[in-house]
């Protein structure tokens, strides 16, 4: 008999992927098998195995992709199979999400099963709106409210003289498209056409929104503009503390999408910072790093170490794998003592010097042309350098190097492909032109990405302002045809997010 598996289920949060619990994420990590719903945001799928099983089973506009009968179905038999079922529900999953009918589909079928909360809507959006659900002198209660349980008539399935009577805070989630019932029959039962409301859509993302006025005014506010899901209604005095507690909206980025095109492993440090900035980051790598295809040049450069008088790093890439097969073929680190290190970039330096090894020399501009002329004050003549890299890569350094008289080894020490998977989602977000910005840290991440892409999307991308980190990049993006709007005096990933701050500040 198999070893019955168990299901997961997980609260995702309202949007920003930051907002998943760290528990959420450790099973994420763990998962065999995900399903996820609609409003579940994609990034969230970069924390899982690269062997996970992922199904869509959302439901837009009332058509589901998988009837419920069916997601109950395949979670029981996948769990059957002994696998770790991920149930993946944008917000709380207890919280108008079906997470009870679910669970206790895994409690009838006798299938271990585990509940992680998360962050509910109606919490995380008020919060990024600025708006305080309670306050100790406006509003001591609080009800939630789904807009969305409809009749044959039309209307929604509840007491709405009870509702309306109600002083405290009244949230209605999923009612986009119900916004004028709803304020129709609060003021029919006796709620002050004066009471003020707001309407946030896409909360806690950078296409949030917030329309703002009173039951009387907001229908026409609202008709100026299409409301469509997701969207969260707050109703009550504390709407009024808006203007004194917002802050999402008034941060730098706020209200850019900006893809982030590094591999997964380089690209949280990015993601963290341009989400402080209010940027929503938008994970597409573009880029996987693996092992070359053959380990005998750089095993025979580590047996013969002492043959070598410089090492030198282009990439923290570099840097890992080197490093790792020295581990692997049982060298001692103390053979590079004798050896001067050299490194293109302050983060390939700092990789080195976490390992304990001294860098001798970080020329001041970030590229092979600068590093070249660092070494060209030193005699190296007859010298030999070992430059453990990738398996395809620029050839200046080691032909310049050769011209000034020195004996050059390039051994490859990994090769970067294409990512198996591309995200569909992402796809059609650049397609529907709500991706603001393009960010590439290498001429490959442009190469690769416009790979990824096909050529049907290139018209959108070249209406996207397009951010690359130095001359080298944005000469491989020119030559693809895209212009090159942002590029930072100095080539890292920190002075490029500054370089975006400072583009949409001018």
């Known amino acids: 008999m198999s070893k019955t598996g168990k299901i997961i289920l997980i609260g995702a949060g309202p949007g920003d992927v930051s907002l998943l619990t760290l528990q959420g994420k450790t099973w994420l990590q763990k998962a065999d098998v995900i399903l996820y719903d609609h409003l579940v945001n994609e990034d969230l799928l970069r924390f899982t195995q690269k062997e996970t099983e992922v199904f869509y089973v959302g439901k837009k506009e009332g058509v589901a992709s998988l009837e419920q009968e069916k997601i109950n179905s395949l979670l029981i038999e996948k769990a059957r199979e002994g696998k770790v079922v991920v149930r993946l529900k944008g917000g709380d999953p207890f919280i108008f999400g079906r997470g009870g009918e679910e669970i206790q589909v895994a409690k009838n079928?006798?299938?271990?099963?585990?509940?992680?909360?998360?962050?509910?809507?109606?919490?995380?959006?008020?919060?990024?709106?600025?708006?305080?659900?309670?306050?100790?002198?406006?509003?001591?209660?609080?009800?939630?409210?789904?807009?969305?349980?409809?009749?044959?008539?039309?209307?929604?399935?509840?007491?709405?003289?009870?509702?309306?009577?109600?002083?405290?805070?009244?949230?209605?989630?999923?009612?986009?498209?119900?916004?004028?019932?709803?304020?129709?029959?609060?003021?029919?039962?006796?709620?002050?056409?004066?009471?003020?409301?707001?309407?946030?859509?896409?909360?806690?993302?950078?296409?949030?929104?917030?329309?703002?006025?009173?039951?009387?005014?907001?229908?026409?506010?609202?008709?100026?503009?299409?409301?469509?899901?997701?969207?969260?209604?707050?109703?009550?005095?504390?709407?009024?503390?808006?203007?004194?507690?917002?802050?999402?909206?008034?941060?730098?980025?706020?209200?850019?999408?900006?893809?982030?095109?590094?591999?997964?492993?380089?690209?949280?440090?990015?993601?963290?910072?341009?989400?402080?900035?209010?940027?929503?980051?938008?994970?597409?790598?573009?880029?996987?790093?693996?092992?070359?295809?053959?380990?005998?040049?750089?095993?025979?450069?580590?047996?013969?170490?002492?043959?070598?008088?410089?090492?030198?790093?282009t990439s923290v890439n570099g840097v890992r794998f080197f490093f790792q097969r020295l581990k692997e073929t049982r060298q001692d680190i103390r053979n590079l003592k004798d050896l001067r290190v050299y490194t293109i970039g302050p983060k390939t330096a700092e990789a080195v010097s976490d390992l304990g090894v001294c860098v001798d020399i970080v020329p001041e501009d970030f590229v092979a042309e600068s590093l070249l002329e660092s070494i060209g004050k030193e005699k190296i003549n007859g010298q030999r350098f070992l430059i453990p890299r990738a398996a395809v890569a620029r050839e200046i350094l080691p032909q310049k190097l050769r011209e000034m008289g020195a004996k050059v080894d390039i051994a490859p020490a990994y090769q970067t492909v294409l990512p198996k998977q591309k995200s569909d989602a992402f796809l059609r977000r650049l397609q529907s032109g709500e991706i603001d910005v393009l960010t590439f840290t290498s001429s490959s991440t442009v190469t690769n990405f416009l790979t990824l892409t096909g050529e049907n999307l290139l018209e959108e991308i070249k209406k996207t302002r397009i951010a690359c980190i130095g001359p080298i990049t944005a000469e491989t993006a020119k030559k693809a045809g895209l212009n090159v709007d942002i590029m930072p005096r100095e080539y890292t990933v920190a002075a490029l997010i500054e370089a975006i701050e400072d583009h949409y500040k001018s």
Do not use: C
């Open 109 to 313: 079928s006798n299938i271990p099963f585990l509940v992680v909360p998360g962050i509910t809507s109606v919490t995380g959006v008020a919060a990024y709106a600025g708006i305080p659900l309670t306050h100790r002198h406006l509003s001591s209660t609080l009800s939630i409210i789904t807009g969305s349980n409809e009749k044959n008539k039309g209307d929604i399935h509840i007491d709405w003289e009870k509702i309306a009577s109600r002083s405290g805070t009244l949230v209605f989630l999923m009612g986009a498209r119900k916004l004028p019932l709803i304020v129709e029959k609060l003021m029919k039962f006796g709620k002050s056409p004066d009471t003020p409301i707001a309407v946030i859509q896409w909360g806690t993302t950078a296409r949030q929104k917030t329309w703002k006025g009173t039951l009387s005014t907001i229908v026409e506010k609202a008709s100026e503009e299409i409301i469509s899901p997701p969207a969260l209604t707050i109703i009550g005095e504390v709407v009024n503390l808006k203007p004194d507690i917002e802050w999402y909206e008034h941060l730098p980025l706020f209200g850019k999408s900006i893809v982030v095109t590094r591999k997964g492993d380089q690209a949280e440090s990015m993601i963290e910072r341009l989400r402080e900035l209010g940027a929503e980051p938008v994970f597409f790598p573009v880029i996987e790093t693996i092992a070359p295809d053959d380990w005998a040049p750089l095993d025979d450069a580590l047996n013969h170490i002492s043959r070598y008088d410089g090492l030198i790093f």
